[in-house]
């Protein structure tokens, strides 16, 4: 399986690394890492060579700009085959000279992310510098000699003595952070108990608690007259608990929900597919859409859904376009909020790419519905994209953007099409598109005085969500 | 440090922790903190688990760079692996197995054949895994302690973790030895099976993987078995996703057609599984793509209402975005064709320069693919060419010149669009198909030749691929419209044989130059003739190629869309089989002496019988006596003559059989004539000893050796004649007769033709496959087709065995490389492929002596044959 694992900082340090098979190359392990981190930071998949001078300069530029474009797999110059993912800008890697299955390799790095997470609370460079002990020790259960070994976080807990020394959690940046959708301090919390920063071991009653969330990410994409040309879910059911005594846990879905596009039934909520967790007992499913498990402490996914084809899209985009005089363009955004009222969508931002180096000016005007909070809307001429921001937008209502564009040479077709498309992201507490509902999550066996706290919460996301101008 | 040492010294047991997690510290940012190593090694006496845990992390990292200071340890380890709390058993274990010296071994096994049977499945687990890392270490010493059969037994215990490391484990040494110890009977294969359902999700994935390297008996085994597996479709980690549909897959194909409805409801079943991937995160959408792109070619049918999907979104990673498009092209069609355009005209306006371009080349290949929607596709590739975007016209015209390829004398209209553009061309891809576009159809435009006068202005600055395209594109014109360009190709013709240093264009050059100057009409026949038309790219792989990647979806190969050998590291840098590469020669040798021990003690545990010795002939080579002459030409003698290689030497073997009436015959004076080896005798005396008598016949040897004087070249391309013409004199009455024998050539390799299998791969991917030659040996007495048996036989004629492998996707076909290198130093390689139960072989052979290789394939023949 896999010959060395490694985390690297987002500046390319190497903050753990484990080998599992001599090396056979000879070369020091480090000088290869540093190797690799290069390469995924400047990856330049050369293949046009001849352009001219000045297109070089930029596209080449463009190139090493862009973070993330190196695929998942490739192979190096010492013959080995590295992987990596990133998370929370962390870069974890691994690498091997056989012939494996690339997919258990990825799915074991996000494993491994996911357990170092549940055990140092977050996952930073930070918390892995201060838990790296505690890291190794975890490393040493969940991998041997290259193959994966206990991955569950409940499991581990059992091998694993060293006790995790709490960093505060990073401010998340960006602009998703909303106190209704943002994780609860709690979920924060390590699956042990742990000791704080100054060494002082956390003190107080472990609440018995779990938290359900029913997470849909929506793909959409608009025509420019506002139709629907494709759209998908992908749903699903996250859980992190901190029950006491692990308990059997029931969760009850729709009782009409149907699976697969073509099996010919009908039902309130139709997915096109559906996987579960290992954990997850589906004996009742076919009957009674009735799921019963054993949570695996820490975050874990119960299920995965998939729905394609016709939903209410939640916000509907119709833009126009008017060429005013040749170098005046004006652009209408109107969105529609297509939720029930009680609904809002939070911390909505819409983008619009404007085209290089021939906007002189832009303006924008908004016509803003009540009930919408803070709003705005400007031209970002370094990033050469209108950016319009609401806090609120609450269900029902309708926003319109104008945007006045002067450009400094006459508009051609080619010029239009560097306008767009629209890029809207936003997320809806409490509220999903699917009508996915947890009818029930209780705790199997009847035990007397046994009440966990349950958070069910419901997110919508977006997750592409673009109208074509 | 020496604070450390005393901390470490500390009878305070939070001190001593502190201070070993200090060292550890230290070790992980590099600095060498081994002259610690005695002091924390005492801190593992202690019944603290979480300070042993320690220790044991500190002697993980030396375990690998510093071996020889961890063996220190190994007492403690021993100790250890009998401790009452399973974790420290575990712990033990699983750190021996780290430190890759020779002398762990004795120390190890003894422990570890008491951890594969520990009562806690813990520590069971942990000895699975350790016995894989002794294989490493000593392969011979797994064998010999019958740790194989324990893993196997590993398989049907009640814990999932240990099946799971059982069948990883299994599947490694497999891996790295290219044995079948994973092999699957029927009994396995329930047990297998019955461990999918209980497993940990990583031993479901090592079950599957070695699931689809199994063949099941028939159609009906193989549906069982994906009854069995399909519910691993929904399974939320990928890779048992992945790894179940490539199991279904494989064994898709073993259905046959008679069971097409069979069929046709699997193919429902994985397009959903599929689908879903591509909603995982990017780096799992980008190895789904990659295989999905290997399915589509395959069983198109599987997803060919599902394009839609592979629709890229905004937010799509590059590289995730070209692998759409890859499989967008793959399942386009007529029903689905204008939907596609609309998509692929959105991506020609995004941003990224690749991207663009690559959505444009795509609009071109759905025109070349489809026929009927071809028109639509050209009319959006012209809007685009409008917008005057320089990459976006560049990447247009290469397209084009396709489409015109594909679809002769049908679009010439869009010419003129194009020409307009010639000034945006600037890379010589582009500017080439341009040129080629004008040339091929310069009778309908009618400034051809001064659209070519422009480029040739700059003739000598461009690119050869440029300057070839306006050369034939000049001369094309010429033929078409002699007056006006006369001037101009002359020209063109001036530079290209004159000024050029460029071979490729100065021969074309001088090509055309003499066909215009001797017979423009049989120019016209050859510039002008109609070219085939190219057809639809978009399934490009070999079906070969595919078949085999299709075994390997869920694998890197099939990220790479290469077969296994091609890109995966061997310790001895590539073999051309998938075996050994954990063992190197030497090993080998040791090995089989291992074996053999092993066999006398009743063990024989990979079925290698064919190995052991004991019960088995010995090869011995023997001279192939054919009779030469007959008592009428030989005096009353009859003559029967072979040659043999013995000792290193080459004898000529002489079997005189005295029909005469007369005499006894003893003395000899022997004479070769020149020959295609050089071969002449050592000694010219041929004494028979004692002498035969009439009525008798003897034997007798004479030795051969090489002299170049008596050396016949063969030309180059001629077969050599193995004919060796011979002249005896009998002694007694000077009577002299003459015969001539074939020479037998297997007699003539050399003790020293072994090879290292890097150099045999090196060799055999250098000679020309025109090189080859071919024969199938078919009729083979019975039995002789073992492999093991083939390879001793072969052993004693110095035909030295190189590798075997079994041939993907070919149930019990097996390969066998040799080579050999005669007494001159030519060296032959050959490639042997056996069918289980089928009495023949096929034989190629390879080699740069070529007149000697047809003498080196019928040797080879010759012996297959013989007993």
């Known amino acids: 399986m896999i010959h060395n694992f490694f985390v690297l900082s987002p500046r390319g340090d190497t903050i753990l690394a484990k080998q599992y098979r001599s090396s056979e190359m000879g070369a020091h392990e480090r000088t290869h890492t540093e190797a690799f981190f290069r390469k995924i930071q400047f990856w330049d998949d050369t293949k046009s060579v001849a352009e001219d001078a000045e297109d070089i300069s930029t596209t080449s530029l463009e190139n090493k700009k862009r973070v993330g474009d190196a695929p998942p797999v490739f192979v190096m110059p010492d013959g080995l085959t590295y992987f990596h993912i990133r998370r929370n800008g962390l870069v974890l890697g691994a690498s091997s000279a056989r012939n494996v299955s690339p997919n258990t390799v990825l799915e074991l790095l996000s494993t491994i992310a996911r357990i170092f997470k549940d055990y140092c609370g977050t996952l930073s460079e930070e918390a892995l510098r201060k838990n790296f002990i505690l890291c190794y020790e975890l490393l040493d259960e969940m991998i041997d000699f290259g193959y994966p070994q206990v991955t569950r976080t409940e499991n581990l807990k059992s091998f694993v003595y060293n006790e995790p020394i709490v960093v505060d959690s990073v401010p998340l940046t960006g602009n998703m952070v909303n106190p209704k959708t943002a994780s609860a301090a709690a979920v924060h919390k390590p699956v042990i108990s742990s000791v704080s920063a100054n060494g002082r071991k956390t003190t107080g009653q472990q609440n018995s608690e779990i938290f359900v969330d029913i997470l849909e990410r929506l793909n959409v994409l608009f025509s420019n007259n506002g139709y629907v040309l494709n759209s998908t879910i992908d749903g699903c059911i996250q859980m992190k608990s901190y029950l006491a005594g692990n308990p059997e846990l029931r969760l009850a879905l729709n009782e009409d929900l149907v699976i697969g596009k073509h099996s010919g039934k009908y039902g309130s909520v139709c997915v096109d597919d559906m996987n579960f967790n290992d954990c997850v007992n589906r004996n009742e499913f076919e009957s009674a859409r009735t799921l019963s498990f054993i949570p695996p402490d820490g975050e874990f996914v119960v299920l995965n859904y998939r729905i394609t084809g016709e939903y209410p899209t939640p916000f509907r985009i119709f833009p126009s376009m008017d060429e005013v005089s040749p170098t005046k363009v004006e652009i209408t955004v109107l969105i529609r909020a297509e939720m029930p009222s009680n609904h809002f969508g939070a911390n909505v931002l819409v983008e619009m790419p404007m085209p290089q180096g021939v906007v002189a000016a832009a303006s924008c005007s908004l016509i803003n519905a009540p009930g919408t909070g803070h709003a705005s809307a400007e031209y970002v001429a370094a990033e050469h994209k209108i950016v319009w921001t609401m806090k609120k937008f609450p269900g029902g209502a309708e926003q319109t953007m104008k945007v006045k564009v002067t450009l400094n040479k006459p508009c051609t077709t080619q010029i239009r099409r560097q306008m767009g498309p629209i890029n809207m992201c936003f997320e809806i507490p409490m509220y999903n598109v699917s009508n996915l509902q947890v009818r029930y999550l209780r705790v199997a066996e009847n035990m007397v005085g046994y009440t966990p706290y349950r958070w069910v919460r419901y997110v919508t996301q977006s997750s592409s969500y673009v109208c074509r101008l | ?867």
């Open chain 2, 1 to 867: 440090m020496h604070e450390l040492r005393m901390e470490l010294h500390s009878t305070d047991r939070a001190v001593k922790v502190d201070a070993v997690k200090k060292v550890i510290a230290s070790m992980t940012v590099g600095k060498d903190v081994s002259m610690l190593f005695t002091d924390v090694l005492n801190c593992v006496q202690t019944g603290n688990i979480e300070l042993k845990k320690l220790v044991y992390l500190y002697l993980i990292n030396y375990s690998k760079t510093q071996p020889e200071l961890t063996l220190l340890a190994v007492n403690t380890f021993v100790k250890d692996a009998s401790d009452s709390n399973p974790l420290i058993r575990a712990l033990a274990v699983r750190t021996m197995g780290c430190i890759r010296v020779d002398r762990i071994t004795e120390y190890l096994c003894d422990p570890l054949s008491r951890a594969l049977r520990d009562e806690d499945p813990y520590v069971r687990k942990t000895a699975a895994v350790c016995v894989a890392k002794l294989y490493d270490i000593a392969p011979d010493l797994v064998e010999e302690r019958g740790f194989i059969e324990i893993l196997h037994d590993l398989i049907s215990d009640s814990n999932p973790s240990v099946v799971a490391n059982g069948v990883a484990a299994l599947s490694e040494i497999a891996e790295s030895s290219g044995k079948d110890v994973m092999r699957i009977t029927a009994s396995v294969l329930q047990k297998l099976l019955a461990a999918l359902n209980e497993c940990t999700e990583w031993g479901q994935v090592f079950i599957l993987d070695s699931l689809a390297k199994y063949t099941p008996a028939d159609g009906r085994e193989a549906e069982g078995i994906i009854e069995r597996v399909t519910p691993r479709l929904q399974h939320a980690n990928s890779a048992v996703v992945m790894s179940a549909v490539k199991v279904i897959l494989s064994y898709m194909e073993l259905m046959g057609s008679q069971n097409s409805d069979a069929i046709r409801a699997l193919t429902r079943k994985l397009a959903p599984p599929l689908v879903t991937l591509l909603n995982s995160e990017p780096e799992i959408q980008y190895v789904a793509l990659r295989n999905i792109n290997l399915i589509v070619q395959k069983r198109p049918n599987i997803l060919e209402n599902e394009i839609k999907v592979f629709f890229c979104k905004y937010n799509d990673p590059i590289y995730v975005k070209m692998e759409k498009l890859e499989i967008i092209i793959k399942l386009v069609s007529e029903k689905n064709i204008d939907q596609v355009l609309l998509e692929l005209k959105e991506y020609a306006t995004e941003v990224d320069v690749d991207f663009v371009r690559k959505a444009v080349s795509a609009i071109g290949r759905c025109a070349v693919k489809l026929e009927r929607a071809a028109e639509r596709c050209i009319a959006v590739l012209l809007e685009l060419i409008q917008t005057k975007v320089n990459y976006v016209v560049q990447e247009a015209v290469i397209v084009i010149k396709d489409v015109f390829r594909r679809y002769p004398n049908r679009y010439e209209s869009i010419i003129a669009t194009l020409c307009d553009n010639l000034d945006t061309l600037d890379e010589p891809l582009a500017k080439a198909s341009m040129i080629w576009i004008i040339g091929e159809y310069a009778e309908r435009i009618d400034n051809a030749d001064e659209l070519l006068e422009t480029f040739l202005e700059t003739f000598e600055e461009e690119d050869p691929a440029v300057q070839l395209q306006l050369l034939t594109a000049t001369v094309k014109c010429f033929l078409k419209n002699p007056e006006d360009t006369q001037d101009m190709v002359q020209r063109v013709l001036d530079m290209a044989t004159e000024e050029s240093d460029n071979p490729d264009l100065r021969d074309r050059g001088f090509i055309y130059w003499r066909l215009l100057s001797t017979d423009p009409d049989a120019a016209k026949i050859v510039v002008l003739g109609d070219k085939p038309v190219i057809e639809d790219d978009t399934f490009k792989l070999e079906p070969a190629l595919l078949n085999i990647l299709i075994g390997q979806i869920a694998t890197l190969s099939s990220i790479y869309h290469k077969p296994p050998d091609s890109f995966v590291v061997r310790r001895r840098a590539g073999l051309p089989t998938e075996e050994d590469d954990e063992e190197d020669d030497d090993d080998d040798d040791e090995y089989d002496e291992e074996v053999r021990d092993s066999s006398a003690g009743g063990v024989d545990l990979l079925d290698m019988g064919g190995m052991s010795v004991n019960d088995h002939k010995q090869f011995t080579p023997t001279a192939p006596m054919t009779r030469v002459a007959g008592p009428e030409k030989a005096g009353g003698i009859e003559v029967f003559s072979g040659f043999v290689q013995e000792g290193g030497k080459i004898f000529m073997e002489l079997e005189f059989s005295n029909v005469s009436a007369g005499q006894d015959i003893s003395t000899f004076a022997i004479q070769l004539n020149k020959n295609a080896f050089g071969l002449s005798p050592a000694n010219q005396q041929v004494i028979f000893q004692p002498p035969v008598s009439p009525g008798s016949s003897g034997t007798t040897r004479v030795e051969m050796v090489m002299n170049p004087a008596m050396q016949v070249p063969t030309p180059n391309g001629q077969n050599v004649n193995p004919q060796i013409q011979v002249a005896i004199k009998n002694m007694h009455n000077n009577g002299v007769f003459y015969f001539a024998v074939n020479l037998n050539f297997e007699c003539l390799f050399s003790a020293d033709g072994e090879m290292e299998k890097t150099a045999f791969i090196e060799a055999w991917k250098s000679i020309d496959d025109r090189h080859e030659l071919y024969a199938t040996v078919s009729d083979l007495p019975a039995d002789s087709t073992s492999i093991e048996d083939v390879q001793q036989k072969f052993a004693a004629y110095n035909i030295f065995f190189i590798a075997r492998r079994p041939v993907p996707n070919a149930e019990g076909q097996e390969v066998v490389y040799f080579s050999m290198k005669s007494v001159h130093g030519m060296t032959f390689f050959a490639e042997l492929t056996f069918k289980r139960g089928v009495n023949a072989a096929k034989v190629c052979l390879k080699t740069e002596a070529t007149s000697y290789g047809g003498l080196a394939k019928s040797a080879l023949e010759s012996l297959l044959r013989s007993d």
